[in-house]
C-alpha cells in the first residue's frame, strides 16, 4: 500500500502536469454543477415569489370589491369562475364568512364546496391575526401557494376572508426540465472530462518513451563507439602492412598488382579517415572531447601548420601562402582543437583545389574585438545550393569533380561544432569555378 502511494507520489512529481489536469477535470465539472444549481435555485426562488405576489395581488384585487357584492351571491360565484378561467394555474378559490363561531364557504370555484363549513389553521390564524398569510403546501409532488386574506367593510371590520391556492405545476415542470438538461450537460462535461484524463494519460507516455529513446540513443551512441574504437587497432595495423608489402615487393610486383596495392592502400587509408572522423563526432557528441582553453597566438600555431602542408600542396602544384606577423592579441581558446579546424580547412582547400594558391591571413577588428583568419582557395567553388547544407554532418558536394574525391562529409559539422563550443563562428564565401574562402573568428584576449 505504501509503495503504491510512493510510486503515485513519485510519478506526479515527475509528472506535474498530471496533478494540473486532474485538478482542471474535477474543477470543470464542479464549477458547472455549482453554477446550474445555484441559478436554478434562485431562478425557483424567484418564480416562488413571483407566484405568491400574484396570488396576493389578485387577492387584493378581489377583496376590494368583495364586500360589495357580498350581498349578491350570484354574482361573487360568476366573478369567482371568471377569475378562475382567467388563471388556470388558480386550482381554488373561495370566499369564506364566519358563522356562529365556525367558517362557511359562500362561493367556490368547486360549486360542491359551497354552503360547506370550512376550518383550516391558515384561516383560524389569517381571522384572528387580521392578516394575510401565505404559505406552501404540496398534494403529491405538486405543489401550491395557498394565500389567506381577510377582507373588510367600508367601516373596516372584517367581515370575511378570501382562500386561494395556485399550483406551481408548471414552474415546478420547467425546473424539473431544466435540471434534467443540465443534468446532460453535466455529465457530458464529466465524460469529457474522463476523455481528457485518458487522453492525457496517452500523453505521459510520451516522456517515458523519449527517455527510453534517449536511452537507446545513448546505448547506441556507446556501442558505436566501442566499435569504432575496437576498429581502429585492426585498421591501423591493416594500415602498416599494405605500407611494408608495397616498400618490399616494389621490384617483384607487375604494374598492375602495383595498382591494385595503391587502391587497397588508399581504401584502408579512406576507412580509417571515416572512424577517425566518426569517433571524433561520437566524442563532441557525447561531450568527451577536452576544450579547456589557453592564451593562444594563432599566427604561431598557423606558421607550424603551413610547414606541415607545405609539402602535400607543393605535391599538387599549389601555392600556401602565409605571412606571419606580429600582433597584440591572443585567443583563447585550446590549441588541439584549434589546430584540429585549421587543419580540416587547409586539408580541404588542398583537397578541393586543382591549381593557383592557397593563402591563409588573419586581421582583427577593435570594434568587434574578435580575430579573423581565412583561408582562401583557387579551387572548385561550392555553388550556393550546397553553401545551405555544407555545415551538415554527412553532406557532400556532388559534381563530377567532387566524386572521384575521398571524404565522408564529417570534417566541416565537426569544424562548426569545436568553433561555436570554443565561442567562434564559422563562415564561408565562395563561387562555383572560382575559389572558396573560409573565415573563422574568435573574440581576441590581451
Ligand atoms: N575548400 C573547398 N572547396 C570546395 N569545396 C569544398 C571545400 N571544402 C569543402 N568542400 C565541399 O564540402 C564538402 C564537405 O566538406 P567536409 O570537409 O565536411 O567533408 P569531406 O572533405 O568530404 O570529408 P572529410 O570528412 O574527410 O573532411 C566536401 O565534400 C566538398 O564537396
Ligand atoms: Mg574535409
Known amino acids: 500500500m505504501f509503495s503504491i502511494l510512493k510510486r503515485s507520489s513519485d510519478f506526479i512529481k515527475r509528472n506535474p502536469s498530471l496533478l494540473y489536469s486532474l485538478l482542471l477535470i474535477i474543477l ?24 405568491q405576489t400574484k396570488a396576493l395581488l389578485a387577492e387584493s384585487i378581489f377583496t376590494v370589491f368583495a364586500p360589495d357584492i357580498l350581498k349578491n351571491p350570484e354574482i361573487l360565484q360568476q366573478k369567482i369562475e371568471k377569475i378562475a378561467k382567467e388563471n388556470p394555474e388558480i386550482t381554488t378559490i ?6 356562529k363561531e365556525k367558517f362557511k364557504i359562500i362561493a367556490s370555484k368547486d360549486t360542491k364546496e359551497i354552503e360547506k363549513e370550512i376550518s383550516t389553521t391558515a384561516i383560524d390564524l389569517a381571522w384572528s391575526q387580521n392578516q394575510t398569510i401565505a404559505h406552501l403546501t404540496a398534494e403529491g409532488r405538486e405543489r401550491f401557494w395557498e394565500v389567506v386574506k381577510p377582507f373588510s367593510d367600508l367601516e373596516g371590520e372584517n367581515i370575511g ?25 453535466l455529465i457530458s462535461a464529466i465524460l469529457l472530462s474522463l476523455f481528457l484524463i485518458i487522453h492525457h494519460t496517452q500523453l505521459f507516455k510520451y516522456p517515458i518513451l523519449l527517455k527510453k529513446l534517449q536511452e537507446i540513443d545513448r546505448m547506441k551512441d556507446e556501442f558505436l563507439r566501442m566499435a569504432l574504437h575496437e ?26 598488382q602495383k595498382e591494385y596495392l595503391s587502391r587497397v592502400s588508399l581504401s584502408a587509408k579512406n576507412l580509417s579517415d571515416l572512424i577517425y572522423d566518426m569517433l571524433e563526432v561520437s566524442r563532441i557528441e557525447q561531450g568527451r572531447l577536452d576544450f579547456t582553453p589557453q592564451k593562444i597566438s594563432p599566427q604561431k600555431i598557423i606558421d607550424e601548420l603551413i610547414k606541415e602542408f607545405t609539402p602535400k600542396a607543393n605535391a599538387k602544384g599549389l601555392k600556401l601562402i602565409f605571412q606571419p606577423k606580429e600582433e597584440p592579441y591572443l585567443i583563447n581558446v585550446n590549441p588541439h582543437r584549434f589546430k584540429q579546424i585549421l587543419t580540416n580547412l587547409i586539408e580541404n582547400a588542398i583537397k578541393y583545389t586543382k591549381k593557383g594558391e592557397i593563402e591563409i591571413s588573419t586581421w582583427y577588428s577593435e570594434v568587434k574585438k574578435k580575430y579573423f583568419i581565412a583561408i582562401r582557395d583557387t579551387g572548385l567553388g561550392i555553388s550556393a545550393e550546397a553553401q545551405k547544407r555544407l555545415f551538415e554532418k554527412f553532406y557532400r558536394v556532388k559534381t563530377r569533380e567532387t566524386a572521384v574525391i575521398p571524404g565522408t562529409g564529417l570534417g566541416l559539422w565537426i569544424c562548426k561544432e569545436i568553433c561555436q563550443r570554443m565561442g567562434g563562428e564559422i563562415l564561408l564565401e565562395s563561387m562555383e569555378g572560382v575559389g572558396s574562402k573560409f573565415i573563422i573568428f574568435f573574440p581576441f584576449v590581451k
Do not use: H, W
Not at 434562485?42 to 415569489?49: A, E, G, P, R, V
Not at 373561495?94 to 358563522?99: A, C, G, N, S, Y
Not at 378570501?162 to 414552474?171: E, F, K, N
Not at 576498429?231 to 598492375?256: F, H, K, M
Open 231 to 256: 576498429l581502429q587497432s585492426p585498421i591501423v595495423n591493416i594500415r602498416g602492412y599494405i605500407e611494408s608489402l608495397r616498400e618490399e615487393i616494389t621490384d617483384l610486383a607487375t604494374e598492375e
Open 161 to 185: 376572508l378570501v382562500s386561494m391556492s395556485m399550483s406551481l405545476r408548471s414552474i415546478d415542470l420547467l425546473v424539473l426540465r431544466t435540471v434534467r438538461n443540465s443534468y446532460i450537460i
Open 94 to 99: 373561495k370566499v369564506i364568512l364566519p358563522e
Open 28 to 51: 470543470i465539472p464542479a464549477t458547472l454543477y455549482y453554477n446550474t444549481f445555484s441559478t436554478i435555485n434562485s431562478f425557483q426562488k424567484n418564480i416562488d415569489y413571483e407566484l
